[in-house]
């Protein structure tokens, strides 16, 4: 199984800062089958980014991923105030299914 | 709008039954293959199963293997989850997801929650 290391773990930050969390993977992500999803306190998670770098429907160009093989990252250019979340990263290239244990991003 | 509603949940002894069910709108469920993620209380998200556009193919988490069985009917446009033998360890929301861009999840449900306890 491909375990996934986000880092960060918490992140205090003010609205308005650049930010970049980071997702590790233990082996290497085929296809680049790596998704970011954001999840506010008491809301379901969020599809943010799929393959690696592809923003989901509706989301804004704030919001940009990048990397491959092993190595990805969440850039978010400007913090809004509806951004502080806890974010995951999630590989679907191969089975099982494996999420990253989050990355919680918090007003400074 | 595309749209996924959970039910099922509740709380139940160790070692009973639940079944979950989801139902699906604003879109043409049978073109899509199928998950349930589940998140425990205050911990991270944990894939759980997944189904198939046509249900013809299914896929466990090992801590649910054997014990879980994922299905659905396309007719009724509804995903089950039915969940034998729980344990405490079972206790979280669960989500019904549908897999995009082979294997991204959007949307989510809004969850249901299973408390396992006696």
């Known amino acids: 199984e491909i375990v996934l290391t986000q880092s960060p773990g918490t992140l205090s930050l003010s609205p308005g800062e650049r930010v970049t969390l980071s997702c590790r993977a233990s082996?290497?992500?085929?296809?680049?089958?790596l998704a970011w999803y954001k999840q506010k306190s008491g809301q379901a998670p969020r599809l943010l980014i799929y393959g690696a770098s592809s923003r989901a429907t509706g989301i804004p160009d704030r919001f940009s991923g990048s990397g491959s093989g092993t190595d990805f990252t969440l850039t978010i250019s400007r913090l809004e105030p509806e951004d502080f979340a806890v974010y995951y990263c999630q590989q679907y290239g191969s089975s099982p299914i494996t999420f990253g244990q989050g990355t919680r991003l918090e007003i400074k | 709008q595309v749209q996924l509603v959970e039910s099922g949940g509740g709380v139940v002894q160790p070692g009973r039954s639940l079944r979950l069910s989801c139902a699906a709108s604003g879109f043409t469920f049978s073109s899509y293959a199928m998950h349930w993620v589940r998140q425990a209380p205050g911990r991270g998200l944990e894939w759980v199963a997944l189904?198939?556009?046509?249900?013809?193919?299914?896929e466990y988490a090992d801590s649910v293997k054997g014990r879980f069985t994922i299905s659905r009917d396309n007719s009724k446009k509804t995903l089950y989850l039915q969940m034998n033998s729980l344990r405490p360890e079972d206790t979280a929301v669960y989500y019904c997801?549908?897999?995009?861009?082979?294997?991204?999840?959007?949307?989510w449900g809004q969850g249901t929650l299973v408390t396992v306890s006696s």
């Open positions: 082996q290497s992500v085929s296809s680049s089958y």
């Open positions: 189904i198939s556009y046509a249900g013809t193919n299914e």
């Open positions: 997801v549908r897999d995009v861009f082979h294997g991204s999840f959007d949307p």
